[in-house]
């Protein structure tokens, strides 16, 4: 079965940081993108961040961008989000998701998530 | 504020037709293609229809999508209570260089 099951959630104070991480199974890891896609309580999905199937492509949100850090290691079939400078607006419930397009590399016009965890809850507060 | 634009709440009784829209611009609808998802209460998103008009396997033929410009839109016919979920377009950005959802429009079965 294809699954991805993400962990490592908690309460954070503003400020902190913390590491995501998501452990994939049931398809080649490392032919497929994969993405963080986030949920605020009450609000709709957001976006994240993306990395192409070998790692050497990223993409972010502005939102996130030079406070998050997505890789992965294809050798333990993990994707991890490092979340550093965390604010009460990144309180949410974090999604991990794959890619569909085999081959790994991040093509915008096919670019859709078909394979979704249950999530990890993250909150930033004092 | 979402780059794509839905209205935040739709319904209709059971049987009938209801449209989401779904409103971009030149660097997203566009010229890429557009993706629904559909979230049911306490759940993680699902792929409902993707490259504007195709459904994934499993998916009902009562969805529908289609695309015209910059906007798009999904139609749900013969509505049903089970129907009852938030739905979410989306599209990659090439000015962003980013994907991105719409804030969603949850669909209430009267």
């Known amino acids: 079965e294809v699954q991805v099951v993400e962990s490592g959630g908690g309460l954070v104070q503003p400020g902190g940081s913390l590491r995501l991480s998501c452990a994939a199974s049931?398809?080649?890891?490392?032919?497929?993108?994969m993405n963080w896609v986030r949920q605020a309580p009450g609000k709709g999905l957001e976006w994240v961040s993306g990395?192409?199937?070998?790692?050497?492509?990223?993409y972010y949100a502005d939102s996130v961008k030079g406070r998050f850090t997505i890789s992965r290691d294809n050798s333990k079939n993990t994707l991890y989000l490092q979340m550093n400078s965390l604010r009460a607006e990144d309180t949410a419930v974090y999604y991990c998701?794959?890619?569909?397009?085999?081959?790994?590399?991040?093509?915008?016009?096919?670019?859709?998530?078909?394979?979704w965890g249950k999530g990890t809850t993250v909150t930033v507060s004092s | 504020q979402s780059v794509l634009t839905q209205p935040p709440s739709a319904s209709g009784t059971p049987g009938q037709r209801v449209t989401i829209s779904c409103s971009g611009s030149?660097?997203?609808?566009?010229?890429?293609?557009v993706y629904w998802y559909q979230q049911l209460p306490g759940t993680a998103p699902k792929i409902l229809i993707y490259?504007?008009?195709q459904r994934p396997s499993g998916v009902s033929d009562r969805f529908s999508g289609s695309k015209s410009g910059t906007s798009a839109s999904l139609a749900i016919s013969g509505l049903r209570s089970e129907d009852e979920a938030d739905y979410y377009c989306?599209?990659?950005?090439?000015?962003?260089?980013?994907?991105?959802f719409g804030a969603g429009t949850k669909v209430t079965v009267l």
């Open positions: 998701a794959k890619d569909h397009t085999f081959g790994g590399v991040i093509v915008g016009d096919y670019y859709y998530m078909d394979v």
């Open positions: 030149s660097s997203n609808i566009g010229t890429k293609y």
């Open positions: 490259r504007n008009n």
């Open positions: 049931g398809f080649t890891f490392s032919s497929y993108a």
């Open positions: 989306a599209a990659w950005d090439d000015s962003l260089s980013a994907y991105v």
């Open positions: 990395i192409s199937g070998s790692g050497d492509t990223t």
